[in-house]
């Protein structure tokens, strides 16, 4: 298959989140789901590294993120946010984000840096080939709505 040129990915992803946005995400099909969730973590770690998704409201999707992963065959980016998760209480972060930004903020400075930085460095070697099955996905979604 070719590659979705720029403006195929713009459209589909702006009509998705009109429908996220006036449905709600429980209204979106199970791709649907998975592309909002991979691409919001990909974008989330490009706009200030892994803690950067916890930060934002993407994380309120954690558990259904690490899911849409293992569809993805996505084994080692799973690996990060588990990873990420075991710096929360139990492992589990909360889905508020208020809360989760409390937990984060009150980390001593610097605690985490080494870590986090790592798990940057590893998402960032294993982007390009999450890009690429994150789009099998949206052509798949792309021609149902053709």
Known sequence: MSRLNNEDWQESWFRLCEKQN?????????????????????????????ISFYYNSYAFYL????????????????????????????????????????????????????????LNNKFYSLEENLELELETVVKRIILKNC
């Open 63 to 118: 558990e259904d993120t690490m899911v849409d992963l293992q569809r993805l065959h996505a084994v080692e980016v799973l690996d990060i946010l588990v990873k990420t998760n075991e710096l929360f209480p139990n492992g589990k972060p909360p889905k508020d984000s208020d809360k989760r930004n409390e937990l984060i903020n009150s980390w001593e400075d610097g605690v985490h840096d080494d870590l986090l930085g790592e």
């Open 22 to 50: 006036s449905e709600g995400y429980d209204r979106l099909t199970p791709d649907e789901k998975l592309w909002f969730n991979i691409r919001g973590l990909i974008d989330s770690v490009n706009n200030g590294g892994i």
